[in-house]
């Protein structure tokens, strides 16, 4: 478990001082992907920076593998830093350096013998999906691949930790889903602790079980991602739900197209978890003999599950079709018809 207690960072300059992390409380559970967002200058690289003392805290506590990072002294700093691994945006690789060598150089530096060196860095290429590439220099890899060495590299030392900052900022849609894939099965195996910061809500959603949202260096929000995806309070929160939902309309739908149909009624089924991969839509056609028309929707996966809505206009007698709305609203699929809950 890593805990942090009313953690703050002021950087002082001549003309003014800038409170990049204001008085943050967070607790991250041994083995859970722990997401946190926030828009540009939020304070998210200098609370990640915050958690290996590559800044150092203006006040607070971090309690990470049962001691208090803020209190060591160096030596004992750089042996707990070994139990933190850290990937970058822009990767940080040696670029004198091949594949082989930068996985080895954490190694080299933590004085492990040649012969057990080697054996390392050829499990770590196996598992980063880099056999064959040994002794490519960084300038022949593409963005994925590089981040593939940097997350060997990082893995090296065998982390409790590892922190990810914004580490697939630089990198394509598809590129970005293969390396949280790899991010997601490392978890898994290793049991790893992952800290990973991004100002993007897909990330979040594909590979994180909970989040936290950042706003003036202060976390404004936090929860289970699917919670914060249902039921976001603050509206910076909306705005990063959005960036995966699209764009709520102005006007509820619902009453948009009760105006368009004048005959049975428009539901919104509201699908969260496991719920999304019921057949209801079929199940109620079928057994009520009721015509159902897919008006809009929007459904997303989270790691826990699936999130979404779907707006649908039921058709048919009109005993049947309440009959219906009850049957849905027994099962785990929320509904709200014609504008009521
Ligand atoms: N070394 C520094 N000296 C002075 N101010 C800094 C320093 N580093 C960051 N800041 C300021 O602290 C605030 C938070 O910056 P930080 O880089 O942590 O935010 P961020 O959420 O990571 O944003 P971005 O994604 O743009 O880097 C910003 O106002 C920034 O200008």
């Known amino acids: 478990m890593i805990s942090i207690k009313n953690l703050s960072k002021i950087y002082q300059s001549k003309q003014n001082e800038v ?5 943050m409380n967070l607790t991250i559970n041994k083995g859970e992907i722990y997401g946190v967002i926030g828009f540009s200058g939020a304070g998210k690289s200098t609370f990640v920076r915050l958690l290996n003392r590559l800044e150092e805290p203006t006040e607070g506590q971090i309690v990470m593998n049962e001691k208090d990072i803020t209190k060591l002294k160096s030596r004992s700093l750089r042996q707990e830093r070994q139990k933190i691994g850290m990937i970058f945006q822009h990767f940080n690789l040696l670029w004198s350096r091949t594949v082989f060598e930068n996985i080895a150089f954490p190694l080299e530096i933590a004085g492990v013998p040649k012969d057990e060196r080697k054996a390392k860095v050829s499990e770590l290429i196996e598992l980063v ?16 691949q ?29 590129t970005t889903d293969d390396i949280l894939d790899l991010l997601v099965s490392i978890n898994e195996r290793l049991g790893l602790t992952i800290i990973l910061i991004t100002h993007e809500m897909h990330v979040i959603k594909k590979v994180c079980h909970r989040v936290a949202v950042m706003e003036g260096g202060k976390v404004i929000e936090q ?26 309309q102005e006007e509820d739908p619902i009453s948009t197209y009760v105006k368009a149909y004048k005959t049975g009624k428009v539901a919104k089924l509201h699908f969260v978890g496991d719920t999304a991969n ?30 979404g809505s779907l707006y649908v206009h039921i058709d048919g007698d009109e005993e049947q079709i309440n009959q219906a709305i009850q049957f849905v609203s027994e099962t785990s699929v929320e509904v709200e018809v014609n504008g009521d809950a």
Request: glycine share 8%; net charge neutral.
């Open 146 to 174: 590089k981040q593939r060495v940097g997350i060997a590299r990082a893995l090296a030392n065998d982390p409790k930790v590892l922190l990810c900052d914004e580490a697939t900022s630089a990198l394509d849609p598809q």
């Open 223 to 248: 929860g289970e991602v699917l919670d914060v995806f249902m039921r976001p309070k603050e509206k910076t929160t909306r705005r990063f739900v959005q960036q995966v939902m699209g764009t709520e």
């Open 129 to 144: 999906g880099l056999a064959g590439r040994e002794n490519y220099y960084p300038s022949q890899l593409s963005g994925g």
């Open 278 to 307: 019921q057949p209801i839509i079929s199940q109620i056609a079928k057994k009520f003999n009721l015509d159902i028309n897919i008006l809009q929707g929007n459904i997303t996966q989270t790691k826990d599950g699936t999130y």
């Open 19 to 23: 409170t990049a992390v204001d008085n």
